[in-house]
């Protein structure tokens, strides 16, 4: 293996999108992989793809996701890059990602999971229950707005896109009174303050694979494969397995207001999901726990009963 290792001169090629955070991302999976085996940063090289999700024009108009594409909008120009041969893997947020990778992509590597909480950020309030009704809210997560207006239909949520920076300076332009981040993209760009306020998981049940970093590579890429087992987390594994299971059960695109959440407790596994529609009217909510080896069948298992629960036409306003 040694002999195979990336150096200066060939170095491994790591693809990511460019925002600040998705570039803390790549550093921090180049820095574990360069202290894993050894060597400099050097051999590494980051290469910045710009995807569809990443268009300038659209996030300034807030257009929502639903109406660009899903997922895809934040993976498919890297994937492509990656089955090319240009980059050797891919740095993706887990909960951009879609269930199901393209054919000959692997997803099989995750780095130890940040904070999985959400953050309420505001200058000028401490919580959701200190807004007044008919508060300015800015999100571009459907379950967040879903789960805002399930617990409070007197706000005003708005459309709210863009990166970290982004949004934090759509605040400061008095766009809206408060958003939400989540709290791994705060952490790992040092960003902390008065104004932003970790959100238990009991108050808004984070997206599925919040605060998780993948690695994707090609399947039949055996020398990137050996090298990524060296830093993957197995029980970031272990809980992605059981959410991911739950979200490909239920749906798992953009257009979905899901949320859940896995936690483990040594052999033992707890699940908690949650399903909305995206007006915040209807909610449906479950938890299942069991022996972590059990996780993606949990996860499958609370899907097809919230969907129960929910009814047939549940997801009939999609067709719309």
Known sequence: MHSDLPSPAQPLRIGTRG?????????????????????????????????????????????????????????????????????????????????????????????????VRDAFISPGFGGIADLPAGTVVGTSSLRRRAQLLHRRPDLQVVEFRGNLQTRLKKLEDGVAACSFLAMAGLNRMGLSGPHMTAIP???????????????????????VAEMLTAIHDAPTDRRLAAERAFLATLDGSCETPIAGL?????????????????????????????????????????????LAEAGPDFFAWKAG
């Open 201 to 223: 998981p009991e108050e808004m049940l984070p997206a599925v694979a919040q605060g998780a970093i993948g690695i994707e590579r090609r399947e039949a890429d055996a020398r």
């Open 262 to 306: 896995a936690e483990l407790d040594g052999d033992s596994l707890h699940l908690r999901g949650q399903i909305l529609s995206p007006d915040g009217r209807r909610a449906f909510a479950g938890d299942r726990r069991g022996s972590v080896g059990d996780g993606a069948a949990m996860g499958r298992d609370l899907a097809r009963t919230l």
């Open 19 to 115: 925002s600040p955070l998705a570039l803390a991302q790549a550093h921090e999976t180049r820095d574990r992989l360069a202290t894993a085996f050894g060597l400099p940063p050097t051999a590494f090289a980051i290469v910045v793809i710009k995807t569809t999700g990443d268009d300038r024009a659209m996030i300034a108009a807030d257009r929502p996701l639903k109406e660009i594409g899903n997922k895809g909008l934040f993976t498919k120009e890297i994937e492509e890059a990656l089955l090319s041969g240009s980059i050797d893997i891919a740095v993706h947020s887990m909960k951009d990602m879609p269930v199901l990778q393209p054919d000959g992509l692997m997803l099989d590597c995750y780095l130890p999971r940040e904070d």
